[in-house]
Nanobody, 118 residues
Framework: QVQLVESGGGLVQAGDSLRLACAAS????????MGWFRRTPGQEREFVAA????????SYADSVKGRFTISRDNAKNTVYLQMNNLKPEDTAVYYC???????????WGQGTQVTVSS
């Protein structure tokens, strides 16, 4: 099992930037991909971005393309989410996730709150 700890959330104004980090510990070998999801009250968890651990191929939700960038530091077992030009609709709890297989996500962090004021 992998333990995931997110950091970097906070309260910002529209147009500002934030960088989230997710540090992985425990079983860190065999990771296929890591990603970010978000959830607002009363809504389903929403995919934000993912990165293939070997090779670095990335994917994004349409709502964040061009504004968010996911990256990784293999040596630190850490994945980042750089969020630029934040909008009030980006307000959510952001969760980090790890996957050993292409079709499912196995481990999740506790989440970090991002609040964007208008």
């Amino acid at each position: 099992q992998v333990q995931l700890v997110e950091s970097g959330g906070g309260l910002v104004q529209a147009g500002d930037s934030l960088r989230l980090a997710c540090a992985a510990s425990g079983r860190t070998f065999g990771t296929y991909r890591m990603g970010w999801f978000r959830r607002t009250p009363g809504q389903e968890r929403e995919f934000v971005a993912a990165i293939i651990w070997s090779g670095g191929r990335t994917s994004y939700a349409d709502s964040v393309k061009g504004r968010f960038t996911i990256s990784r530091d293999n040596a630190k077992n850490t994945v980042y989410l750089q969020m630029n030009n934040l909008k009030p609709e980006d307000t959510a709890v952001y969760y980090c996730a790890e996957s050993r297989f292409p079709s499912t996500w196995q481990d999740w962090g506790q989440g970090t709150q991002v609040t964007v004021s208008s």
